[in-house]
């Protein structure tokens, strides 16, 4: 019995001998480790290459990483954990090349050029992937050195660390665009990309040997990356209309009359608002609430219930958004949905859970929240987060569409309605000149809803929080997604702070110098842009819609539409805001010229309307009230009557500037603003309006768009005005059918 036991267990050990040497034989290694190789088809643009550890016991699966949220099918194109020689293979429209030793994967077009060349190292514990970085590279989320994200590492950080006070907070993205034609995004494994050498690595931090997931895009045409990143993380969802407006945000508080006079002043000076936001005390002395993680208004500052408080904002038509902070001991972590799935655990840390606190609040007339902080949250609790303030208020509220805003994210938050802002920056020209680049990287590998606070948060040192920094800050903000203001000394950070003589509460040192305190140019600089903004609303929902569908942001950088332009594509100081308006922020002090640079074409200033020839460098005159803008030949820009709230009815019809010198087109889109019915396209009152400018011919042609599907009915007012010497303003009655007009 002995001798058999004894032979028996020498013959286990020599099959599992054999096992072992034959996987030490296996030529496809990642970190050391045999691996099998899967090549997927995700689209005719997008290759997906995944790695597993070879398991004799099991077939190869699919592990999807946290951030890898959206739905997708992949069609499986070849899978192999022994290849001895090359193999090329068909995927899409591309041509892939598989090399074994070391493992490399290439991806070709159809005419042979190349789209990315990735290489898994294959020495013991070293899960390194290395790629080409040939030209400039952009994407990585929110914050680190910009524009070009070459020539610098970014480890896998997250939250207020990495050179706050200039860049903001980090929000990684493993989403990188390369400007001659490719994207990437690396699913898995997770860790921080080294782009300081020849090529660029991802180095992975804490990550399973062997595992890799990673997406190879054709980026050739640039708004295929944004589609295929959006196809793979989930498509952004519509905000509210209102969330486009204007924020007046609050710190230290001091009584419910004085809130309530100045939502009147609001009104009463005509300045554009749609909602106060409420910070919570324990940032503050006297904020909404008792302190961190309560939901009770405070009684030292309101004298009523919420309700009351609320209706009388609301009856100013302003909305009321406040600011939560959980205590971090208590939400360690987040998981769960609302409703919850079938036998999920609904414990303290279920989004379930926390969001039942909210619901008072919400019955009360809030209308959207802040969750601050959450630096301490992995990327499964980020998102979990960002799904809570999106399932929680349609649970609450289905026919309201949910809003938040929110220091922390990862890919797959824009399917939340994912909006972030770049954190507690100071007030300074150096910050402020860095929020652009960040803010254009983050709305290409994030999400497209982001903003800053306007004048920024900490005022510097060296006194340079002033009028002139924020009224030029006033000017980028109006072309931000958020258009949001809040800082430390928060009265200083409203429209007419600069003008009274006195700083309100002094929450950070040093305050302005007294002579600051008296700057009357300021008031008339921002309702200028309040007053931009909310003419450009139907333009800007329009592209709000466009990034629905598309993934395209509403800030652009300038190689999206000019990839082949070498001074657009490394331009990050000024960008396009959606296709035809081209931003040119005033970053330095006392500046009398921006230096601005027009790609190919002819632009119109949107000022002057003067007319000037692309693609050269110009310098472009500037005083205190002025931010170039300029508008693409063959643009029609719808522009509304001057409002004061999203939703206010005006008198007068949408004015159709067509800017001449070249063919165009712009589909207006509209709908009701409110609800979440564009998601299934039961919402009666959307509408498609196709506008089309012949400019041989002079001719503008108004007609439906073959996604509106039906006519709400009535007629839609419009004016269609020539740009140029000698302009008419032609009149136009809109009632669905086909309307052709000379200009």
């Known amino acids: 019995m002995k001798k058999t036991s004894a032979l028996s267990l020498l013959s286990v050990f020599a099959v599992l001998m054999s096992f072992v040497n034959a996987r030490a034989d296996l030529p496809m290694l990642f970190g050391g480790v045999p691996v099998e190789l899967k090549i997927s088809e995700v689209s005719d643009k997008t290759v997906r290459i995944e790695l597993q550890p070879v398991d004799p016991h099991a077939a190869l699966t699919t592990v999807l990483p946290p951030w890898t949220l959206a739905s997708f ?39 042979d050029s190349l789209v990315q060349e990735v290489t898994f190292n294959s020495d013991t514990g070293t899960n390194a992937i290395s790629f080409r970085t040939d030209a400039s590279v952009l994407g990585l989320g929110e914050g680190g050195d910009q524009f070009d994200r070459r020539g610098f590492n970014f480890p896998l950080i997250n939250g207020q660390r990495y050179k706050l006070a200039e860049l903001g907070a980090r929000a990684f993205s493993p989403f990188l665009i390369g400007t001659e034609g490719w994207g990437m995004f ?8 080294d782009l300081r050498g020849d090529r660029g690595a991802l180095n992975p931090q804490n990550a399973a040997p062997g595992e890799a997931d990673v997406f190879v895009i054709d980026a050739r045409e640039p708004a295929e990356a944004l589609k295929e ?43 554009p608002c749609d909602t106060m936001i409420f910070l919570g005390t324990g940032f503050c002395t006297n904020g909404w609430n008792y302190g961190h993680d309560s939901f009770e208004f405070s009684t030292n500052v309101f004298a009523r219930d919420a309700t009351s408080v609320i209706h009388d904002l609301h009856t100013n038509h302003l909305h009321v ?50 969750p601050d902080e959450g630096d301490w949250l992995d990327e499964p609790s980020r998102l979990a987060r960002h799904r809570m303030y999106y399932e929680g208020p349609l649970s609450s509220t289905p026919d309201e569409r949910p809003w938040n805003l929110q220091r922390n994210g990862a890919p797959g938050m824009a399917q939340f309605g994912g909006w972030i802002w770049s954190g507690d920056i100071n007030s300074s020209w150096q910050t402020f000149a860095s929020q652009v680049k960040v803010g254009i990287n983050s709305s290409l590998s994030l999400s497209p809803f982001w903003g800053t606070d306007i004048g920024g948060f900490y005022p510097s040192a060296n006194h340079e ?24 000394t928060w009265r200083l950070h409203t429209p007419w702070g600069w003008n009274t003589g006195e700083t309100g509460v002094v929450e950070s040192r040093p305050p302005p110098d007294p002579s600051e305190l008296h700057n009357a140019a300021i008031e008339p600089v921002c309702k200028k842009y309040l007053e931009l903004r909310y003419q450009l609303m139907p333009y800007t929902y329009t592209i709000t819609r466009e990034a629905r569908d598309t993934g395209m942001p509403l800030m652009r950088a300038l190689w999206f539409h000019y990839p082949k332009d070498p001074e657009a594509v490394k331009l990050g100081s000024e960008y396009l805001w959606g296709r035809d308006l081209l931003v040119a922020p005033v970053t330095e002090k006392a500046a009398t010229t921006r230096r601005v640079y027009l790609p190919e074409g002819n632009w119109f200033d949107w000022w002057n309307n003067e007319k000037v020839s692309g693609k050269q460098w110009i310098d472009r005159p500037v005083d205190l009230a002025t931010m170039p803008i300029y508008v693409r030949a063959g643009a029609i820009i719808p522009v509304d009557p001057i409002r004061q709230y999203i939703s206010e009815k005006v008198d007068g019809p949408t004015t159709l500037k067509v800017f001449p010198g070249a063919d165009g087109e712009f589909t207006l889109y509209d709908d009701d603003g409110e609800s979440p019915r564009y998601l299934n396209g039961s919402d009666n009152q959307t509408i498609w309006i196709h506008f089309k400018w012949n400019d041989s011919r002079r001719r503008l042609t108004v007609e439906a768009d073959p996604r509106m599907k039906k006519w709400p009915g009535g007629a839609r ?25 000379n200009l």
């Open 465 to 488: 929080f002033t009028g002139e920094l924020y009224a030029r800050w006033f000017e980028f903000a109006a072309f931000c997604p958020s258009f949001r203001s809040h800082g430390r």
């Open 186 to 193: 690396a699913a898995s494994p997770r860790g921080g990309f």
């Open 717 to 741: 007012s419009f004016a269609a005005q020539l740009i140029g010497p000698n302009s008419q303003v032609k009149p136009i009655e809109f009632s669905g059918k086909r309307i052709e007009m």
């Open 321 to 370: 958004v406040l600011h939560v902070v959980p205590l971090q001991r208590d939400y360690p972590a987040l998981h769960g949905n609302i409703p919850p799935a079938p036998g999920e655990n609904v414990d303290k840390q279920d989004i379930g859970s926390y969001w039942n606190r909210h619901k008072e609040l919400v019955a009360a007339g809030v209308d959207g929240w802040w």
């Open 73 to 111: 099918s992949s069609k499986e194109i070849f899978h192999s954990h022994d290849l001895a020689s090359d193999k090329k293979i068909r995927v899409g429209a591309l041509r892939v090349t598989i090399h074994p030793k070391p493992m490399t994967v290439s991806v070709r077009r159809s005419d």
């Open 229 to 271: 990143f959006v196809h793979l993380t989930g498509a952004p969802v519509m905000p509210p209309k209102w969330a486009l407006g204007y924020m007046q945000s609050h710190r230290t508080l001091s009584t419910e009359a004085d809130i309530l006079q100045e939502a009147r002043k609001f009104r009463e000076d005509d300045l």
